[in-house]
């Protein structure tokens, strides 16, 4: 059965976000139309039945609104997790007091592992988790390793070409994945349907099932049209700010 989820916590852009970690070479993301991004973003997670927190920008790090990297929410626990960008290790200050508020049991990522959580995607009760610049094995191993302990399970997926594993892969549910590049034709997802994702489509491998409803990046038809016809509805959105930072649909929130 596909979870439910009922929560969503994000964070508002901040101004500094031009100056935000980036390989895109797409420009500079223009501020206010982030912000309206976010804020349409915000509307579709709850009219698709989350209630959203909305944190406070934080300006002294430019890449704080992509909150998915710095917990990651189970059905079981919350992980507060170690960025492996030194630039973000500060992100996760103040996420113990806020997620205590929604999960009785808390764990984090120690040095020296290092876990973003857009390297980890669920699928039930399973999570897998990329090995890539951002997540080290030691992390990967920590997070197993407290995985197993609230009866949870892992496995580690190395990267090759991507930044995070999310940005090549995501679970529909339905045992459906949207796969992308290195992962089209990867053995550890033999047992799943899978949906290719064209190279000049890639950045739409990000989209996010979300209590039967597919997000998808605006401007990509040709992945929109694989995905509604396995029978998802389809919502897309304007991503263009946050494409130029190398973020996706997913990395905008904390889901729960």
């Known amino acids: 059965m596909p979870l439910t989820f009922t929560t969503a916590i994000l964070r508002q852009p901040c101004c500094e976000i031009v100056h935000g970690i980036t390989s895109a070479k797409l420009g500079k993301p223009d501020f206010a139309r982030a912000v309206s991004q976010h804020q ?103 997070l197993m390793s407290i995985l197993k302990d609230h009866g949870l399970s892992g496995s580690m997926v190395p990267l090759k070409e991507v930044l995070h594993l999310k940005t090549a892969v995501s679970y529909l ?7 992308c590049g290195e992962f089209i034709g990867h053995p550890g997802f033999e047992r799943f349907n899978k949906i290719e994702v064209t190279v000049e489509e890639a950045y ?27 029978g998802y509805p389809v919502i897309t959105l304007n991503m263009s700010e946050f494409q130029k930072l190398d973020g996706g649909l997913s990395c905008l929130s904390l889901r729960f």
């Not at 549910?173 to 796969?179: Q, S």
């Not at 739409?204 to 396995?230: C, D, H, Q, Y």
């Open 40 to 142: 349409k973003y915000a509307g579709v997670l709850e009219m698709c039945g989350l209630q959203v927190r909305m944190l406070e920008s934080d300006p002294r790090f430019p890449d704080s609104l992509f909150i998915e990297d710095i917990a990651l929410c189970t059905p079981a626990c919350a992980i507060i997790t170690r960025p492996g960008a030194p630039t973000r290790t500060g992100e996760t200050e103040g996420m113990r007091e806020i997620l205590s508020e929604y999960y009785p049991d808390l764990e984090e990522i120690a040095s020296p592992g290092t876990l973003e959580a857009g390297d980890v995607m669920m699928v039930g009760m399973h999570f897998y988790i990329g090995l890539s610049a951002r997540t080290n094995r030691e992390g990967a191993g920590q």
């Open 204 to 230: 739409a491998a990000n989209s996010l099932w979300i209590n039967g409803t597919v997000l998808v990046p605006e401007g990509f038809p040709e992945t929109r049209s694989k995905i509604e016809r396995e």
């Open 173 to 179: 549910e339905g045992n459906t994945l949207l796969v």
